[in-house]
Nanobody
C-alpha cells in the first residue's frame, strides 16, 4: 500500500504564498492521478488540483491562475504551489492518489495539512 504524507501548511497573510508537499512511500510514476483536495470547516471536501501520470493538470475554478500542481516522480513527491492566497483558501489540504498503478487500483489519502490565511 502507498502512504502519503503532506507537509508545508501553516499560517500566512492574505496575498502570501505557501508550497505544500506530498511525499509518497513508494514510486508514484505509475499512479494515474495525484491530487490535492481541501476541506474547510463545515464544508465538503473539494478538489483543488490534480495531475495525471502524463502530466495533464486540472484546477478548480477558484484557484486557477493562483495555484500550480506538479509532480516529481524521481522524488516520489507532488507539490502544490499556492500564490495570492485568500482567507477563503483556509482549509485542511489533503493529498490523494487515485486510479490504476503498478500496485493495482488505488484510492489513498494523506492525513492532511492545515492552511490558514489571515486577512
Amino acid at each position: 500500500q502507498v502512504q502519503l504524507v503532506e507537509s508545508g501548511g501553516g499560517l500566512v497573510q492574505a496575498g502570501g504564498s505557501l508550497r505544500l508537499s506530498c511525499a509518497a512511500s513508494k514510486s508514484i510514476f505509475s499512479i494515474n492521478v495525484m491530487g490535492w483536495y481541501r476541506q474547510a470547516p463545515g464544508k465538503q471536501r473539494e478538489l483543488v488540483a490534480s495531475i495525471t501520470s502524463g502530466g495533464s493538470t486540472n484546477y478548480a475554478d477558484s484557484v486557477k491562475g493562483r495555484f500550480t500542481i506538479s509532480r516529481d516522480n524521481s522524488k516520489n513527491t507532488v507539490y502544490l504551489q499556492m500564490n495570492s492566497l485568500k482567507p477563503e483558501d483556509t482549509a485542511v489540504y489533503y493529498c490523494n492518489a487515485r486510479g490504476s498503478s503498478i500496485y493495482g487500483y488505488l484510492e489513498v489519502w494523506g492525513q492532511g495539512t492545515l492552511v490558514t490565511v489571515s486577512s
